[in-house]
C-alpha cells in the first residue's frame, strides 16, 4: 500500500493523489493547474503515472481544480470507473464543457494571433486546445457508480470507499478509504477541499471518522474568516456606496456555490428593505445560470431551512430584478450600462469567462466597485488587482486600476484554520496527516498546531509508504 501525490502540493490547484493496494490503483481528483502561465504548462505535463493503469477515480467535488484534467486523463488512456456524488456527477459535466470551450476558444484566438504576427510564407505552429468538447463528451461515458452519503461501496477485494459531506460545495465529500493488503488494514481519509457550518443553503460538514492516515486541504491554514453577518452588512454597504457614486458592481464569482449564496443574500437584503426592490442584478454567466438551474435538482444536498423556502414556493436564488444572460449579445449589452447594475460574472479568479469583459469596462472608472468574495490564487488577475496593482493587461490592453476595490472574505467556502483544525480532532490521532492544498505559509502555520501526528507537506510526484 502507498500513496502518490500528483498535484495540490505546495500550491492549491491541481488536485491529484494516487493510491495503490492489492495491486489496484485508485486516484482521487483530477484536477486542473489554475493561475499564470507556468501553471498552464503544467496541465500538459505528464501526469506523473500512466493513467491506463488506474482503475478507479474518486472525484470529491466539481470544482476546476479537483476535476478539470478528466478528459485529459481519458484522452491519455484512463478506461477506469469514475464514481463521485449524483450532483457532482452533474456539475462536473457542466464545469468540464465549460472549460473544454474555452480552451478551444484559447487555441483558435492564439492561432490567429500567430497568423497575424507570421511573415510571408511562414509555417503558422498549430496551436492544440488541452483537451475538446469531444474528448469531455467521451470522458463522460466513464462516470459509473453513484456515491451515496455515508454509504460504503465496495471497489474491489479489500477496497472499500465512503464519501461523507464536506459541505463545501453542492454534492462535495471528503472520502474514506478502507484498505487491507496481506492482513494489514489503513483507513486512508482525504478531506477534499472543506466547508463550514452554518451556511444558508448547504448542510453542514459530516465530522469525520478515525483514521490512520489523514490527507487535508489547508487553503486557509492560517487564518480565520471574518464572521458572516459583517461580510454580508459589507456587501450591502459596498453595493450602496457604488449606486451613490453613479456606478456599477462587478462581482467576480465562482459559479458553484458562490453564485448561489451571493443570490440568497441579495434577495434577503431586498425581502428585509436593506437593499431597493428596484435593484437590478445580472447574472452574467452561462456555467452560474446552468450551476443555478442544478442546485433546484438536488435539494438532497440542502439544510433543512433551505429545503423549506422551496418547499413553501420561495425560491431563495430567484427576485424580482434577477436577470439571466446566457447569450453573448445579452452580456455585450451589460456594457453600456453606465451605472447602477450588479453584474455577477465568472471566473471568479478573472482568469478567464466574461467577468474580464466588465473589468475591462470598468475598472478605469472611480466611480465603479469591484467585490471579491472568493480565494484568489497566486499568479490570477484576481490576486494582483487584490495586492494593489495600478494597471493590468486585459485583452492586450492596459487597464488604468480606478475602481473601488473590496476584499469580503466571509463568503469563502472553505473552512477556516480553527474549522479545519476542529476537523482533524475528530481523526484521533492519525500516524500521518499530509498537508495538500494549501500555499507553503498556510501549510507551515497549520502544521505547527498539529500535535501527536506526524506532519508532511509532499512535494509534487513524492511518494509515501501506508
Same mark, same amino acid.
Given at each position: 500500500?502507498?500513496?502518490?501525490?500528483?498535484?495540490?502540493?505546495?500550491?492549491?490547484?491541481?488536485?491529484?493523489?494516487?493510491?495503490?493496494?492489492?495491486?489496484?490503483?485508485?486516484?482521487?481528483?483530477?484536477?486542473?493547474?489554475?493561475?499564470?502561465?507556468?501553471?498552464?504548462?503544467?496541465?500538459?505535463?505528464?501526469?506523473?503515472?500512466?493513467?491506463?493503469?488506474?482503475?478507479?477515480?474518486?472525484?470529491?467535488?466539481?470544482?476546476?481544480?479537483?476535476?478539470?484534467?478528466?478528459?485529459?486523463?481519458?484522452?491519455?488512456?484512463?478506461?477506469?470507473?469514475?464514481?463521485?456524488?449524483?450532483?457532482?456527477?452533474?456539475?462536473?459535466?457542466?464545469?468540464?464543457?465549460?472549460?473544454?470551450?474555452?480552451?478551444?476558444?484559447?487555441?483558435?484566438?492564439?492561432?490567429?494571433?500567430?497568423?497575424?504576427?507570421?511573415?510571408?510564407?511562414?509555417?503558422?505552429?498549430?496551436?492544440?486546445?488541452?483537451?475538446?468538447?469531444?474528448?469531455?463528451?467521451?470522458?463522460?461515458?466513464?462516470?459509473?457508480?453513484?456515491?451515496?452519503?455515508?454509504?460504503?461501496?465496495?471497489?474491489?477485494?479489500?477496497?472499500?470507499?465512503?464519501?461523507?459531506?464536506?459541505?463545501?460545495?453542492?454534492?462535495?465529500?471528503?472520502?474514506?478509504?478502507?484498505?487491507?493488503?496481506?492482513?494489514?488494514?489503513?483507513?486512508?481519509?482525504?478531506?477534499?477541499?472543506?466547508?463550514?457550518?452554518?451556511?444558508?443553503?448547504?448542510?453542514?460538514?459530516?465530522?469525520?471518522?478515525?483514521?490512520?492516515?489523514?490527507?487535508?486541504?489547508?487553503?486557509?491554514?492560517?487564518?480565520?474568516?471574518?464572521?458572516?453577518?459583517?461580510?454580508?452588512?459589507?456587501?450591502?454597504?459596498?453595493?450602496?456606496?457604488?449606486?451613490?457614486?453613479?456606478?456599477?458592481?462587478?462581482?467576480?464569482?465562482?459559479?458553484?456555490?458562490?453564485?448561489?449564496?451571493?443570490?440568497?443574500? &441579495?434577495?434577503?437584503? *431586498?425581502? $428585509? =428593505? %436593506?437593499?431597493?426592490?428596484? #435593484?437590478?442584478?445580472?447574472?452574467?454567466?452561462?456555467? /452560474?445560470?446552468?450551476?443555478?438551474?442544478?442546485?433546484?435538482?438536488?435539494?438532497?444536498?440542502?439544510?433543512?431551512?433551505?429545503?423549506?423556502?422551496?418547499?413553501?414556493?420561495?425560491?431563495?436564488?430567484?427576485?424580482?430584478?434577477?436577470?439571466?444572460?446566457?447569450?453573448?449579445?445579452?452580456?455585450?449589452?451589460?456594457?453600456?450600462?453606465?451605472?447602477?447594475?450588479?453584474?455577477?460574472?465568472?471566473?471568479?479568479?478573472?482568469?478567464?469567462?466574461?467577468?474580464?469583459?466588465?473589468?475591462?469596462?470598468?475598472?478605469?472608472?472611480?466611480?465603479?466597485?469591484?467585490?471579491?468574495?472568493?480565494?484568489?490564487?497566486?499568479?490570477? &488577475?484576481?490576486?494582483? *488587482?487584490? $495586492? =494593489? %496593482?495600478?494597471?493590468?493587461? #486585459?485583452?492586450?490592453?492596459?487597464?488604468?486600476?480606478? /475602481?473601488?476595490?473590496?476584499?469580503?472574505?466571509?463568503?469563502?467556502?472553505?473552512?477556516?484554520?480553527?474549522?479545519?483544525?476542529?476537523?482533524?480532532?475528530?481523526?484521533?490521532?492519525?500516524?500521518?496527516?499530509?498537508?495538500?492544498?494549501?500555499?507553503?505559509?498556510?501549510?507551515?502555520?497549520?502544521?505547527?498546531?498539529?500535535?501527536?501526528?506526524?506532519?508532511?507537506?509532499?512535494?509534487?510526484?513524492?511518494?509515501?509508504?501506508?
Amino acid at each position: 500500500m502507498k500513496i502518490a501525490f500528483h498535484g495540490a502540493d505546495r500550491g492549491v490547484t491541481g488536485s491529484c493523489h494516487l493510491v495503490t493496494c492489492g495491486g489496484k490503483r485508485i486516484l482521487i481528483d483530477c484536477g486542473l493547474y489554475q493561475g499564470g502561465h507556468e501553471l498552464d504548462e503544467e496541465n500538459h505535463q505528464p501526469f506523473g503515472f500512466d493513467p491506463a493503469t488506474v482503475n478507479y477515480l474518486l472525484l470529491t467535488h466539481a470544482h476546476l481544480d479537483h476535476c478539470g484534467r478528466i478528459p485529459l486523463l481519458v484522452k491519455r488512456g484512463f478506461q477506469g470507473e469514475i464514481i463521485t456524488t449524483s450532483a457532482s456527477r452533474d456539475l462536473a459535466k457542466l464545469v468540464m464543457l465549460d472549460a473544454a470551450h474555452l480552451q478551444e476558444e484559447e487555441a483558435e484566438w492564439r492561432m490567429r494571433k500567430a497568423a497575424r504576427h507570421a511573415r510571408g510564407k511562414d509555417k503558422v505552429e498549430t496551436v492544440e486546445p488541452l483537451y475538446t468538447t469531444l474528448d469531455t463528451l467521451t470522458s463522460l461515458d466513464y462516470f459509473g457508480r453513484t456515491a451515496v452519503y455515508d454509504q460504503a461501496l465496495e471497489l474491489d477485494t479489500g477496497i472499500r470507499a465512503t464519501f461523507i459531506d464536506a459541505g463545501h460545495i453542492l454534492g462535495s465529500a471528503s472520502i474514506v478509504l478502507d484498505l487491507e493488503e496481506q492482513g494489514r488494514r489503513r483507513r486512508v481519509l482525504f478531506s477534499g477541499d472543506l466547508g463550514y457550518g452554518g451556511r444558508v443553503i448547504l448542510r453542514d460538514p459530516t465530522p469525520p471518522p478515525r483514521a490512520d492516515v489523514v490527507v487535508m486541504e489547508t487553503t486557509y491554514g492560517d487564518r480565520r474568516h471574518k464572521q458572516l453577518q459583517p461580510s454580508i452588512e459589507e456587501l450591502y454597504e459596498a453595493i450602496h456606496d457604488t449606486f451613490r457614486r453613479g456606478g456599477n458592481v462587478i462581482i467576480p464569482s465562482f459559479a458553484l456555490e458562490r453564485t448561489q449564496e451571493i443570490l440568497y443574500y &441579495l434577495r434577503e437584503g *431586498i425581502n $428585509d =428593505g %436593506v437593499l431597493p426592490g428596484s #435593484i437590478q442584478v445580472f447574472l452574467d454567466s452561462p456555467m /452560474a445560470i446552468s450551476a443555478t438551474e442544478i442546485f433546484r435538482r438536488h435539494m438532497e444536498c440542502f439544510d433543512p431551512d433551505a429545503c423549506d423556502l422551496f418547499c413553501e414556493g420561495r425560491d431563495p436564488l430567484n427576485f424580482r430584478g434577477l436577470h439571466f444572460t446566457r447569450e453573448t449579445a445579452q452580456s455585450m449589452a451589460l456594457n453600456q450600462i453606465s451605472g447602477g447594475a450588479v453584474i455577477i460574472a465568472g471566473s471568479g479568479m478573472c482568469t478567464g469567462g466574461r467577468v474580464r469583459h466588465h473589468l475591462k469596462h470598468n475598472l478605469w472608472r472611480g466611480n465603479s466597485s469591484v467585490v471579491f468574495v472568493g480565494y484568489a490564487a497566486r499568479g490570477t &488577475l484576481a490576486r494582483r *488587482i487584490v $495586492d =494593489g %496593482v495600478k494597471k493590468v493587461t #486585459i485583452f492586450g490592453e492596459d487597464i488604468p486600476v480606478r /475602481a473601488r476595490i473590496y476584499t469580503i472574505g466571509g463568503f469563502s467556502a472553505h473552512a477556516d484554520c480553527e474549522e479545519l483544525y476542529r476537523w482533524h480532532q475528530h481523526t484521533g490521532n492519525p500516524g500521518k496527516t499530509c498537508l495538500v492544498h494549501g500555499e507553503p505559509p498556510a501549510m507551515q502555520a497549520f502544521a505547527r498546531r498539529l500535535k501527536g501526528t506526524e506532519v508532511v507537506m509532499p512535494e509534487l510526484h513524492e511518494v509515501f509508504g501506508l
